[in-house]
Each structure stands twice: as C-alpha cells, then as structure tokens.
C-alpha cells in the first residue's frame, strides 16, 4: 500500500482544515488507518485511528471533540477533518495503515510523507 496525505496548510486558531490520505492497491479496505502527527523536536504522537468498516473510530485526549475520523473504502481514501484548531496542532501530518487498532507507531507497517499543519495565533 502506498500512502500520499495532503489538505495541510497555514490557519488561524479556531479554524478548520480536512487532511486527505489517498491509497493505492486493492486492498486498502483490509487496513486498519491511523493518523500521527509530529511536532518539532518531538516525537511522532498518535491522533486517531478507524477499522476496516469505519465502525470503531479512537482518538487522542489532545484531539477528542475536536476531530473526525472517516474513511471512503470506494475512492481508497481516509480523512481527518480538525476543527478549533490550536497553535499546539501544528506538525506534520501522517498517514499510516495497518492491521491492528494500535496508538504506537510500530503497530503501522505503511506511512505516507506527511503534510505540514500549521496553526497561528
């Protein structure tokens, strides 16, 4: 599975943007999809995941409320739409699949590049 997340970009505390992750490959159904993100100088935190079926959805403390999870098993694409974004939100971004419902990084086998959020004051 090749993963490519895009949707990142420059905006005010407050507001909202929707990241994008676009697969390849047939069998991105069979994936549990994570999202991660890093921050400057520290290491790569988890945000949220979502099974197969989009019927069980986890979030971060950090994000909860805030954030949405979804998938769209027909175009091969996960989202995250994040809502009253913080200055703290600001990382890059990553997508990443895999077979278990994990909040670890090593629970992914695939990772996209990442899209730079940036959230200003």
């Known amino acids: 599975v090749q993963l490519q997340a895009s949707g990142g970009g420059l905006v005010q505390a407050g507001g909202s943007l929707r990241l994008s992750c676009a697969a390849s490959?047939?069998?991105?159904?069979?994936?549990?999809m994570g999202w991660f993100r890093q921050a400057p100088g520290k290491e790569r935190e988890f945000v949220s995941v979502?099974?197969?079926?989009?019927?069980?959805?986890y979030y971060a403390d950090s994000v909860k409320g805030r954030f949405i999870i979804s998938r769209d098993n027909a175009e091969n694409r996960v989202y995250l739409q994040m809502n009253s974004l913080k200055p703290e939100d600001t990382a890059v971004y990553y997508c990443?699949?895999?077979?278990?419902?994990?909040?670890?990084?090593?629970?992914?086998?695939?990772w996209g590049q990442g899209t730079l959020v940036t959230v200003s004051s």
């Open positions: 990443a699949a895999g077979g278990t419902t994990a909040t670890t990084t090593t629970g992914y086998d695939y």
């Open positions: 490959g047939r069998t991105f159904s069979r994936y549990v």
């Open positions: 979502i099974t197969w079926s989009g019927g069980y959805k």
